[in-house]
């Protein structure tokens, strides 16, 4: 089946230490979003791709950073995580335009030690 | 972007209806409203989107009137199941926001 896929499902790092999230989706759509959420709050948008256009929120920290090498695979990096980025990391995808509805990945859940 | 506020908990019993109201005052012309479910642990799923007047599919029903301010997302006949929390989206595919969501609690 078509699907966003999130690899890994749960990460655990150190405080500090850099770390890499992947998302791979199989429904050639054109975007690809990213995702942070904490327990019990909504998702929290921190950029996403428009093909390859970047287009990062406003108040998404420097330490977050994206690359997309391809139309089906998104990374996020997370430069030098604190404790405070401990959340669920969720990958999603639309086909591109006006209201069209987005497919959400699994998950990553990271936990910083 | 419109701001968006849903209630933080329901409570209903087995095989009743519910309906649960996101109240999305500035919503723009090109905003679309997508109501979305998620279990623990999950991914939210997409359950129903609709612009104005009345959307139905296999398992939701959408009403947003005339003036667009608010929808209704009415899940007939709830299941143990149905417990999760559900949230509205307001926007266009570029610029949208996540209301804070309901968590629905189905009792037997």
């Known amino acids: 089946d078509a699907m966003v896929i999130q690899n890994p499902r749960y990460q655990v790092t150190q405080f500090g230490k850099p770390v890499t999230l992947s998302c791979s989706q199989t429904?050639?759509?054109?975007?690809m979003y990213w995702y942070q959420q904490k327990s019990s709050q909504a998702p929290k948008l921190l950029f996403h791709?428009?093909?390859?256009?970047?287009?990062n929120e406003a108040d998404t920290p420097d330490n977050f950073q994206s690359r997309r090498p391809n139309t089906s695979f998104c990374f996020l990096d997370i430069r030098s995580p604190g404790l405070g980025d401990a959340a669920m990391y969720l990958c999603?995808?639309?086909?591109?335009?006006?209201?069209?509805?987005?497919?959400f990945g699994p998950g990553t859940r990271l936990t910083v030690l | 972007l419109a701001k968006t506020t849903q209630p933080i908990s329901m409570d209903s019993y087995e095989g009743q209806e519910v309906n649960i109201t996101c109240s999305h005052n500035?919503?723009?012309?090109?905003?679309?409203i997508t109501w979305y479910q998620q279990f623990p642990s999950q991914g939210p799923r997409f359950i129903i989107q609709?612009?104005?007047t009345k959307v139905t599919n296999e398992v939701a029903s959408l009403f947003i009137p005339a003036d667009r301010k608010s929808s209704t997302l009415s899940l007939p006949r709830v299941s143990l199941s149905d417990t999760a929390v559900y949230y509205c989206?307001?926007?266009?595919?570029?610029?949208?926001?996540f209301g804070p969501g309901t968590r629905l609690s189905v009792l037997p």
């Open positions: 791709y428009y093909d390859k256009d970047f287009n």
């Open positions: 429904l050639n759509h054109n975007v």
């Open positions: 609709g612009y104005k």
């Open positions: 999603a995808t639309s086909r591109s335009g006006v209201g069209d509805t987005q497919y």
């Open positions: 500035n919503i723009a012309t090109n905003d679309y």
């Open positions: 989206l307001v926007g266009d595919g570029q610029n949208f926001v």
